[in-house]
C-alpha cells in the first residue's frame, strides 16, 4: 500500500534552515509528481512546493520562492524540502503528497516550529 | 492570483444533506477536488475532477461544478462526517495548484 512518512520537522530559530524528508513507499516513486503542503495552526491548506517526476519541473508558491529548494532521489524514493531564512510565518504541518494535485495519498505530517 | 471562496461554516442535522460550496471565476472550467479533514489528521480525498470519488469513499459523497460555483453534497449526514472541507483547483495562469479557505461542517 502506498505510505509516505515525513521526517525532519522541529525548532528553529527564525532566519534558520530546516530539511523535510519524505519516505516513499508501495509504488513506483519515479512515476509520479510530489508536493509539498501545509497547514499553519488553526488556519487552512497551503500549497507549498510540487516537482515532476524526474525532477522537473519544479513550482513554489510566492510565499516560499526563494527561500524553499524541493528535491527528490528516484534511486531513495525520498522528496525533500530545504527551508532557509525562516520565519515565524513558516510556522505548521507540513504534509508531503503524491501527484501534482487531486492528492489522494498524504503523508501523516511533520510539524515545524520557527520561534526565539 | 486565482481565488476561491468557500463559507466558514455550514451546519446539518444527521440523516439531512450538507452543502458546501466553492466559489470561484468561471470554475466551470476548472476541475475541483475536495478534501475532507478531520482535527489531527491528513486531509482525505472525496471528491475530484468535480464529480468522481476515490475508492473507499461512500456514495453519499457527491460534486458538481456549474458557472461560478462547485458544491460538494454530503447525503444522509452522519456524525463522523464532521470535519472541515477545502476545495482546489489547479490555476493554469499562476502555473499551482489553490486551496478554498476550508469550510468547518458541524453535524447538529
Known amino acids: 500500500q502506498v505510505q509516505l512518512v515525513e521526517s525532519g520537522g522541529g525548532l528553529v530559530k527564525p532566519g534558520g534552515s530546516l530539511r523535510l524528508s519524505c519516505a516513499a513507499s508501495?509504488?513506483?516513486?519515479?512515476?509520479?509528481?510530489m508536493t509539498w503542503i501545509r497547514q499553519a495552526p488553526g488556519k487552512g491548506l497551503e500549497w507549498v512546493s510540487s516537482i515532476g517526476s524526474s525532477g522537473s519541473p519544479i513550482y513554489y508558491a510566492d510565499s516560499v520562492k526563494g527561500r524553499f529548494t524541493i528535491s527528490r532521489d528516484n534511486s531513495k524514493n525520498l522528496v525533500y524540502l530545504q527551508m532557509n531564512s525562516l520565519g515565524v510565518g513558516d510556522t505548521g504541518v507540513y504534509f508531503c503528497?503524491?501527484?501534482?494535485?487531486?492528492?489522494?495519498?498524504w503523508g501523516q505530517g511533520t510539524r515545524v516550529s520557527v520561534s526565539s | 492570483s486565482y481565488v476561491l471562496t468557500q463559507p466558514p461554516s455550514v451546519s446539518v442535522a444527521p440523516g439531512k444533506t450538507a452543502t458546501v460550496t466553492c466559489g470561484g471565476g468561471d470554475i466551470e472550467g476548472k476541475g475541483v477536488h475536495w478534501y475532507q479533514q478531520r482535527p489531527g489528521q491528513a486531509p482525505i480525498l472525496v471528491i475530484y475532477y468535480d464529480t468522481d470519488r476515490p475508492s473507499g469513499i461512500p456514495a453519499r459523497f457527491s460534486g458538481s461544478n456549474s458557472g461560478n460555483t462547485a458544491t460538494l453534497t454530503i447525503s444522509r449526514v452522519e456524525a463522523g462526517d464532521e470535519a472541515d472541507y477545502y476545495c482546489?483547483?489547479?490555476?493554469?495562469?499562476?502555473?499551482?495548484?489553490?486551496f478554498g479557505g476550508g469550510t468547518k461542517l458541524t453535524v447538529l
Open positions: 503528497a503524491r501527484a501534482l494535485e487531486a492528492w489522494e495519498f
Open positions: 508501495g509504488f513506483t516513486f519515479s512515476d509520479y509528481y
Open positions: 482546489q483547483v489547479w490555476d493554469s495562469r499562476g502555473a499551482h495548484p489553490v
